[in-house]
């Protein structure tokens, strides 16, 4: 869940810096709990129990997508509404709809996790512009987002905040229906995304300073406030929640940055990072094939064979990710027109 052009320019930062090493570890932690997520939401679907992995979704969830939508705002693209559109929202949309189109192509052959193709595809793709299909909710969410920003970029920081933050404290606290799960997603996570945008500088500076032993303490506290939220009920669980998000978040920052210095496991997840676009738009099919020729490893606990699935999946669509340039599939994902050079990453 990369942003279109990351995988293909210098750096998603402005200027072409290099990038952080620890950002893109937090976001390919952040992918490979996605990943193994979906992948027990498939294996469900199939009537496999994953009763644990369901739990540490639901307690995870207070700040997995929040912390990736942070990473990415933090790199939120800048400038005057012209250069905006060719460099961030057209790459956005040319992805977003590509990849609509495909999965409505791939239905018949991969069903799990993609909803229906009850309509014709015109009609699916149109809709999908107001109610995103499935997984690909995180483009349209980024392309919404990146519009929200530059348009809010003259009003005053807290105001911004406060207005995008409570209809999230809605959501938290269940106090609000919206048409779809992405509707959802993406009221919960804009205050996130925007808060990265304005606080990059502090951001950065508190990470580089950071210890483990203040990390660890977060990260009890995140859990403590994420299994109080699980079970309260109205503005209570909306409170809880919101703390929940704002610590663990935090905790995923400053946690990440050793992460990113750990031998082996720290190149491993900035290399999912810096690839989160194309490993995260291939793992449906990806998960689906595994499971169709592993016979879903019906001998093990539903919540283990989800996480075993999960790592070749990951691994094969950071394969491919690294191959389809030069099998001339990088249109899959970024426009022909934007030019493909190597990121590197920097541990800092």
Same mark, same amino acid.
């Given at each position: 869940?990369?942003?279109?052009?990351?995988?293909?320019?210098?750096?998603?930062?402005?200027?072409?810096?290099?990038?952080?090493?620890?950002?893109?570890?937090?976001?390919?932690?952040?992918?490979?709990?996605?990943?193994?997520?979906?992948?027990?939401?498939?294996?469900?679907?199939?009537?496999?129990?994953?009763?644990?992995?369901?739990?540490?979704?639901?307690?995870?969830?207070?700040?997995?997508?929040?912390?990736?939508?942070?990473?990415?705002?933090?790199?939120?693209?800048?400038?005057?509404?012209?250069?905006?559109?060719?460099?961030?929202?057209?790459?956005?949309?040319?992805?977003?709809?590509?990849?609509?189109?495909?999965?409505?192509?791939?239905?018949?052959?991969?069903?799990?996790?993609?909803?229906?193709?009850?309509?014709?595809?015109?009609?699916?793709?149109?809709?999908?512009?107001?109610?995103?299909?499935?997984?690909?909710?995180?483009?349209?969410?980024?392309?919404?987002?990146?519009?929200?920003?530059?348009?809010?970029?003259?009003?005053?920081?807290?105001?911004?905040?406060?207005?995008?933050?409570?209809?999230?404290?809605?959501?938290?606290?269940?106090?609000?229906?919206?048409?779809?799960?992405?509707?959802?997603?993406?009221?919960?996570?804009?205050?996130?995304?925007?808060?990265?945008?304005? +606080?990059?500088?502090?951001?950065?500076?508190?990470?580089?300073?950071?210890?483990?032993?203040?990390?660890?303490?977060?990260?009890?506290?995140?859990?403590?406030?994420?299994?109080?939220?699980?079970?309260?009920?109205?503005?209570?669980?909306?409170?809880?929640?919101?703390?929940?998000?704002?610590?663990?978040?935090?905790?995923?920052?400053?946690?990440?940055?050793?992460?990113?210095?750990?031998? +082996?496991?720290?190149?491993?997840?900035?290399?999912?990072?810096?690839?989160?676009?194309?490993?995260?738009?291939?793992?449906?099919?990806?998960?689906?094939?595994?499971?169709?020729?592993?016979?879903?490893?019906?001998?093990?606990?539903?919540?283990?064979?989800?996480?075993?699935?999960?790592?070749?999946?990951?691994?094969?669509?950071?394969?491919?990710?690294?191959?389809?340039?030069?099998?001339?599939?990088?249109?899959?994902?970024?426009?022909?027109?934007?030019?493909?050079?190597?990121?590197?990453?920097?541990?800092?």
């Amino acid at each position: 869940m990369s942003e279109a052009r990351s995988a293909r320019t210098p750096s998603p930062e402005a200027g072409g810096k290099a990038r952080l090493a620890w950002v893109d570890a937090a976001k390919g932690s952040c992918i490979l709990l996605v990943l193994a997520f979906h992948a027990g939401v498939m294996l469900e679907g199939r009537g496999r129990s994953v009763d644990g992995l369901y739990t540490l979704q639901e307690t995870l969830g207070y700040a997995l997508m929040p912390l990736f939508f942070f990473c990415s705002g933090l790199w939120a693209a800048r400038g005057p509404w012209p250069a905006l559109i060719g460099k961030r929202l057209a790459p956005l949309l040319y992805v977003f709809l590509l990849w609509t189109t495909l999965r409505w192509i791939l239905h018949p052959w991969v069903s799990d996790l993609l909803g229906s193709r009850s309509e014709p595809l015109w009609t699916h793709v149109l809709q999908a512009l107001i109610f995103p299909p499935g997984e690909l909710w995180f483009l349209w969410a980024l392309a919404v987002f990146t519009m929200l920003l530059k348009a809010a970029e003259r009003l005053p920081t807290g105001l911004v905040t406060a207005v995008a933050a409570i209809p999230a404290f809605l959501v938290l606290s269940r106090a609000i229906t919206l048409p779809s799960l992405a509707h959802y997603h993406a009221v919960e996570n804009f205050v996130v995304f925007y808060l990265a945008a304005q +606080l990059r500088p502090r951001v950065l500076a508190h990470v580089a300073g950071a210890r483990l032993g203040g990390t660890f303490a977060l990260g009890a506290g995140f859990f403590i406030l994420a299994g109080l939220a699980l079970v309260s009920t109205g503005f209570v669980k909306g409170a809880l929640g919101s703390a929940a998000t704002a610590v663990g978040v935090l905790a995923g920052l400053r946690l990440a940055r050793p992460l990113a210095g750990a031998p +082996l496991l720290g190149p491993v997840l900035a290399l999912l990072g810096r690839l989160s676009l194309p490993v995260y738009l291939t793992h449906v099919i990806l998960l689906a094939l595994l499971m169709n020729l592993t016979g879903e490893l019906s001998g093990l606990a539903g919540t283990l064979a989800a996480i075993l699935l999960t790592v070749p999946a990951a691994a094969g669509g950071v394969l491919f990710g690294l191959l389809a340039p030069h099998l001339g599939l990088g249109v899959l994902f970024a426009p022909p027109f934007i030019t493909l050079t190597p990121a590197p990453a920097v541990a800092r």
